[in-house]
């Protein structure tokens, strides 16, 4: 079984609608709806938007459905001249930018019990999903780098510099990094597909408007290629 969590409609309602067989099972305020999609078995939620709220989605689904892969889709503010709107994010690494106990002597970004700043994700899946890009002729560039999560939309340019300088990521949102601390600790195999909707800088907020639906519509697309490779 593979799980897919979006934080939003637009980012899972499309893969809700391609599900056969749906069954739907509320847990905790938020709905779980297992089906198939190509013979694949999947388990798609919608957490919302942010850390904690993708945190209690992750650990719901892990606990109910022992998935044996996580996928987090969606869009992203997209870090850096090369990575544009339209490019898809492949999470090669999953950061907390918004994490800070650096005055207790901790390095910027650690993130507390499994102390780490960069938690790994699925190069396996990373490779299946370029490889689906590949195959469905993906308009626009296919970057596997870091993406890094905290509970704010970025959208200056001093704020996006900053988090690429301290931890090299190429993509930010609000869920991926909360969501590969979940599977880490669980054992799951776990990466991030993000579809570039803006450039988190001043002008952030008005392209996400213009571009999210499309952004999330891309990924969603890329996504049922991928699962019966997975
Ligand atoms: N998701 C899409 N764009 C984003 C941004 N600029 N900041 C945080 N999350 C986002």
Request: net charge negative; proline share 2%; glycine share 10%.
């Amino acid at each position: 079984m593979i799980g897919i969590i979006g934080a939003m409609a637009i980012e899972v309602e499309e893969i809700l609608a391609k599900l056969e067989h749906p069954q739907t099972e509320t847990i905790s305020g938020m709905d779980f709806v297992r089906g198939a999609i190509q013979g694949v078995e999947c388990v798609v939620a919608r957490c919302n938007v942010g850390k904690v709220n993708a945190a209690i989605c992750a650990q719901t689904m892990i606990l109910r459905y022992a998935p044996s892969r996580i996928i987090n889709s969606g869009v992203a503010g997209g870090i850096g001249a090369d990575v544009k709107i339209g490019d898809l994010v492949l999470a090669d690494g999953a950061i907390q930018h918004d994490v800070d106990t650096t005055q207790i002597g901790d390095q910027i970004g650690m993130v507390s019990g499994i102390n780490l700043v960069v938690i790994p994700t699925s190069s396996e899946m990373n490779r299946v999903l370029a490889e689906a890009a590949r195959r469905c002729a993906y308009q626009g560039n296919v970057h596997i780098g870091r993406i890094a999560s905290g509970d704010q939309f970025i959208s200056s340019a001093e704020k996006l510099h900053w988090i690429a300088s301290t931890f090299g990521a190429v993509a930010c949102e609000m869920e991926s990094g909360s969501i590969a601390q979940v599977c880490y600790i669980n054992g799951t195999e776990y990466t991030a597909v993000r579809c570039i909707s803006d450039n988190a800088d001043s002008n952030a907020g008005v392209d996400y408007e213009q571009f999210s639906t499309f952004a999330a519509h891309q990924t969603t697309e890329l996504l049922c290629t991928a699962l019966p490779m997975l």
